[in-house]
């Protein structure tokens, strides 16, 4: 998965330099950031939590700083997995710093992503839209940081308000620029709500109240009981993971 974003700050390029060689730093930026290894100038491990739809992974990340050209050009690499789960990941990220004729910045990041395992099933719009999410809350903690008292030129777009019934007692005890457990909200999509084996689960009454934001199902099976909690816009894809789950094992 490839993802590629830009913002602007006041702060000049300089500025904006020193902040992303500290670690530290970008760490308390990042969403779902617990804890950082400093294992030295270029090279740290990050410990953080990441929610997709129903699965919560915490992952162990190794990533180390390649190459740079400052103040203009950073490249980044890393690793990372949690076994929790059976999922792992490889990043390669390129930071370009421009400097503005009125003295600011523009940041732009390009992110090489490649998820495996389990949260790797997950279809690419619903990995996109999770990695929007987190880019903007990113990018208004590093804002904030580069500019604590003055305005911006381009903020990004207000991150969607949490569904406080999706967020644990932990993350919601935790502000956002703190870094709390990142969920995935919902929100509401002007398409219709989903047919076929989705709308027999939830009725035609259902349906004809209006759009669903989330779609939420308990299944039980055995001793296990889990709780889906899926965007509606995707909802054909919760709707193949379903049959998958319910279908017969040999």
């Known amino acids: 998965m490839e993802i590629e974003k830009t913002l602007v700050t006041a702060a000049p390029p300089a500025r904006v330099w020193e902040l992303l060689l500290d670690p530290n730093v970008m760490g308390a930026c990042v969403p779902g950031m617990a804890s950082i290894e400093v294992l030295s100038e270029v090279e740290y491990i990050a410990h953080m939590a990441v929610k997709i739809a129903f699965i919560n992974a915490r992952f162990r990340l190794h990533t180390k700083i390649v190459e740079t050209r400052a103040p203009h050009y950073l490249r980044t690499e890393g690793t990372g997995e949690d076994a929790s789960v059976a999922s792992s990941l490889r990043q390669s990220s390129e930071l370009f710093l421009t400097p503005l004729d009125d003295g600011g910045t523009q940041l732009r990041i390009k992110v090489q992503l490649d998820v495996l395992g389990r949260l790797g099933t997950f279809g690419l719009s619903v990995m996109k839209t999770k990695a929007d999410r987190m880019w903007d809350e990113f990018g208004a903690n590093l804002l904030a940081r580069l500019e604590p008292q003055g305005g911006q030129h381009a903020p990004p777009a207000p991150a ?63 001793d296990e009981t889990i709780v889906v909690r899926w965007p509606a816009a995707h909802g054909e894809q919760c709707a193949a993971w379903l049959r998958d789950y319910l279908r017969p094992r040999a």
């Open 160 to 222: 969607p308000a949490r569904n406080p019934a999706a967020v644990t007692p932990a993350a919601a005890a935790t502000p956002p620029a703190a870094n709390g457990h990142a969920v995935l909200p919902a929100q509401s999509v002007p398409a219709p709500a989903p047919a076929g084996l989705l709308a027999r689960l939830f009725g035609r009454s259902e349906a004809a109240r209006g759009p669903l934001a989330e779609i939420c199902i308990e299944l039980r099976r055995h």
